[in-house]
């Protein structure tokens, strides 16, 4: 079964100070991997996505790597600032369709405390 | 920032009611999604399109109908609301092809009463 687990569940740190968000999939046969990040009340939006070649990418102070061998990924924030705080959704795309379907896990809320 | 949105943002309104949700990009997608969000839940796809004339169900079964006789624009019908249909509604668009970004709107939520 195509799943993507994600931890923690949830997280609170102190603005200034990095963290890492895990992720974990079975999605077969693999695609591509996203890194969202959901503000409350608002759409996704996409800060990274990698392909089976790429085992790391950044976006500013965002870094997402990738290790296709053991399917796991992980987002680090570094110098966290208040407007960090959102859910961060890993999402697994196969590509054993033309849809090229998505996979979602349930996310990691992340609270930054001034 | 996508060009991609959706009315209302918020809907509050009693059971038995029909209601369209409305999703327009001017993007020039081809592909496009809705997705439902509950709480804390991760998402999922209720319907999608490939193009005009085209639209599929999608993973999570649901009560509701979807239309694209435009490329910009995928309403989504709810014909008798019910309390179970309360959830963030998402919609998305894409270009054609498994690596392309998918752009997501700001959503609604629906509240049933």
Same mark, same amino acid.
């Given at each position: 079964?195509?799943?993507?687990?994600?931890?923690?569940?949830?997280?609170?740190?102190?603005?200034?100070?990095?963290?890492?968000?895990?992720?974990?999939?079975?999605?077969?046969?693999?695609?591509?991997? &996203?890194?969202?990040?959901?503000?409350? $009340?608002?759409?996704?939006?996409?800060?990274?996505?990698?392909?089976?070649?790429?085992?790391?990418?950044?976006?500013?102070?965002?870094?997402?790597?990738?290790?296709?061998?053991?399917?796991?990924?992980?987002? *680090?924030?570094?110098?966290?600032?208040?407007?960090?705080? +959102?859910?961060?959704?890993?999402?697994?795309?196969? &590509? $054993?369709?033309?849809?090229?379907?998505?996979?979602?896990?349930?996310?990691?809320?992340?609270?930054? =405390?001034? | 920032?996508?060009?991609?949105?959706?009315?209302?943002?918020?809907?509050?309104?009693?059971?038995?009611?029909?209601?369209?949700?409305?999703?327009?990009?001017?993007?020039?997608?081809? %592909?496009?999604? =809705?997705?439902?969000?509950?709480?804390?839940?991760?998402? *999922?796809?209720?319907?999608?399109?490939?193009?005009?004339?085209?639209?599929? %169900?999608?993973?999570?079964?649901?009560?509701?109908?979807?239309?694209?006789?435009?490329?910009? *624009?995928?309403?989504?019908?709810?014909?008798? +609301?019910?309390?179970? *249909?309360?959830?963030?509604?998402?919609?998305?668009?894409?270009?054609?092809?498994? +690596?392309?970004?998918?752009?997501?709107?700001?959503?609604? &939520?629906?509240?049933?009463?």
């Amino acid at each position: 079964k195509n799943q993507v687990e994600q931890s923690p569940q949830s997280l609170i740190i102190l603005e200034g100070k990095n963290c890492t968000l895990q992720c974990n999939y079975t999605v077969s046969p693999f695609s591509n991997l &996203r890194w969202y990040k959901q503000d409350t $009340g608002r759409g996704p939006v996409s800060l990274t996505i990698m392909t089976f070649s790429e085992n790391t990418k950044s976006n500013g102070r965002y870094t997402a790597t990738l290790d296709a061998d053991t399917k796991q990924s992980s987002l *680090h924030i570094t110098a966290s600032q208040l407007s960090d705080s +959102a859910s961060y959704i890993c999402v697994v795309s196969d &590509r $054993g369709s033309t849809l090229g379907r998505l996979y979602f896990g349930r996310g990691t809320q992340l609270t930054v =405390w001034p | 920032e996508a060009d991609i949105y959706q009315t209302p943002r918020y809907l509050v309104i009693g059971t038995g009611k029909k209601i369209t949700l409305e999703c327009s990009q001017t993007m020039g997608h081809d %592909k496009m999604y =809705w997705y439902q969000q509950d709480p804390g839940m991760e998402l *999922h796809l209720i319907h999608y399109s490939y193009g005009v004339n085209s639209t599929e %169900k999608g993973d999570l079964s649901s009560e509701s109908t979807v239309s694209r006789i435009r490329t910009e *624009h995928f309403p989504l019908t709810l014909e008798s +609301a019910r309390p179970s *249909h309360t959830s963030q509604y998402l919609c998305a668009s894409s270009e054609t092809g498994t +690596a392309y970004e998918q752009y997501f709107g700001p959503g609604t &939520r629906l509240t049933v009463t």
